[in-house]
C-alpha cells in the first residue's frame, strides 16, 4: 500500500476553478488511480480516472469540467476542475484502483458565493 495525501481544495464560487494535488508515498506509475467524493450525507462516489498508461475516464456529473492527470516522476495525481457547481462541494479523496482500504484525509471543496 501506499500513502496519499490530497491538497488543493477550498472555498470557491460557482464558476471558478480549484486544482487538487495527491501525492503518494511510493512510486504509483503502474498503477490506475482515480478521484472520489463525498458529499455531507451521501456516500463516497467515483468521478475520475486515469490508468497507467494515461487513458482517462470520467462520471458524467464532470465529464467535460474536471481533467484527471498524473506525474509518475512525482507520485502525485491531478484534478484540474473548472466551472464548479455547489453540487461540487465535497470531500474528494484519491485512491488507487482497485481502491486500497486505507484512504487518506481528503480535502474539503466548498462552492458557494
Known amino acids: 500500500q501506499v500513502q496519499l495525501v490530497e491538497s488543493g481544495g477550498g472555498l470557491e464560487q460557482p464558476g471558478g476553478s480549484l486544482r487538487l494535488s495527491c501525492v503518494a508515498s511510493?512510486?504509483?506509475?503502474?498503477?490506475?488511480m482515480g478521484w472520489y467524493r463525498q458529499a455531507p450525507g451521501k456516500r463516497r462516489e467515483f468521478i475520475a480516472r486515469?490508468?497507467?498508461?494515461?487513458?482517462?475516464l470520467y462520471d458524467t456529473s464532470v465529464k467535460g469540467r474536471f481533467t484527471i492527470s498524473r506525474d509518475n516522476a512525482k507520485n502525485t495525481v491531478y484534478l484540474q476542475m473548472n466551472s464548479l457547481k455547489p453540487e461540487d462541494t465535497a470531500v474528494y479523496f484519491c485512491?488507487?484502483?482497485?481502491?486500497?482500504?486505507?484512504w487518506g484525509p481528503g480535502t474539503q471543496v466548498t462552492v458557494s458565493s
Open positions: 485512491n488507487t484502483i482497485p481502491n486500497q482500504p486505507t
Open positions: 511510493g512510486n504509483i506509475f503502474s498503477i490506475d
Open positions: 486515469i490508468t497507467s498508461a494515461g487513458n482517462t
